[in-house]
């Protein structure tokens, strides 16, 4: 499980539009890394919105918004080109950086057991050092509040 105060782990992702992401080499850059179960359903939608709305926000504060899941790099295109999204989104078909980061876990609805990825967000100073971690995350205000802690590390 990642922790405050870790180095993130790198990784290197597909994203959609055909080129890859390594994450130390947007050093030294801000980067917020969200973790999100599917592209098209309601909660992750709102969410993808949410950060596409206030992504000329965090850039202003120095950071690189990443959108991560397994849906393939075809699906976030799709998915992108729907809703007008301008943040990057990754491809984990795998789960390997899901399980990299602790957010490919057992969930539970109505009864039924299975793997999915948990909705967090793990904001990455241009260091690579993990600087704070959103788990479990509830869409409402959750855009808002990792840009005051952009804000917050540049000041």
Do not use: N
């Amino acid at each position: 499980m990642i922790e405050t105060g870790q180095t993130a782990p790198d990784f290197t992702l597909p994203q959609d539009g055909g080129a890859d992401v390594t994450l130390s080499k947007l050093q030294p850059k801000t980067v917020v890394l969200y973790f999100y179960p599917r592209d098209d359903t309601s909660g992750c939608t709102k969410q993808a919105i949410g950060f596409t709305e206030q992504l000329a926000e965090f850039e202003a504060a120095g950071a690189v918004v990443l959108g991560v899941s397994k849906d393939t790099v075809a699906k976030h295109g799709k998915f992108r080109a729907k809703h007008d999204l301008g943040v990057h989104l990754l491809s984990d078909a795998e789960s390997d950086v899901c399980e990299q980061y602790g957010v490919w876990v057992e969930k539970s609805m109505y009864g039924r057991k299975y793997m999915g990825i948990e909705r967090a967000t793990f904001l990455i100073d241009g260091t690579g050092t993990v600087q704070q971690i959103w788990r479990k995350v509830k869409v409402p205000g959750h855009v808002e509040a990792v840009l005051d802690a952009v804000r917050a590390l540049g000041s």
